[in-house]
């Protein structure tokens, strides 16, 4: 089923968010795999905000992150937990927001341009399911706003999908 995404942009990030947030609902399906609903996730983001340079998902197989459903230039596929921004929120369970990348140490830089990002971690049942990454090609893309909406996104993730059923391998 195609489903069609209604976005206007001129407004300010808050204001693109509280558009998309009740797509999410429309766009995941908890009887399909969760990979089908991640991927609509990313697309949805990219085309929402012309600041993203790539988001996509890692998501957890034998304790590491592995490289989910996402949009943009082609990346790393593994991720260690405590590794990189990805595996430090993967591991603190919080959101990390890095405005500027050259100032995060241990920074994976899958794409050389990318300048800052921010990670939302999904949590099912205190258990770490994956990540939600975001990056940018500008300084300080990301703040308080994004951290709000983004970790309201990853909860009806959570809630919708069937994290039950999932398996990687
Ligand atoms: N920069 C991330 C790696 C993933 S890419 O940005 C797609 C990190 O440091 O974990």
Redesign the pocket.
Known sequence: MSEEILINKEIDDAGIYEQILPQVEELINGNEPVVTGLSNITSLLKTAFDKIS?V?F?LVRDNKLFLGP?Q?NT??TV?EFN??????AAERRETIIVDS?EE?P??????AG?RS?I?VPLVYKKNVAGVL?L?SYKYSAFGATDKKYLEQLCEILINKLNWEEFSLS
């Open positions: 790539w996509g890692y996402f943009g990346a790393c991720i590794k990189g921004v990805c595996g430090t990348v995060f241990g920074h994976i830089a899958c794409d990318s990002e990670v990454d990056d």
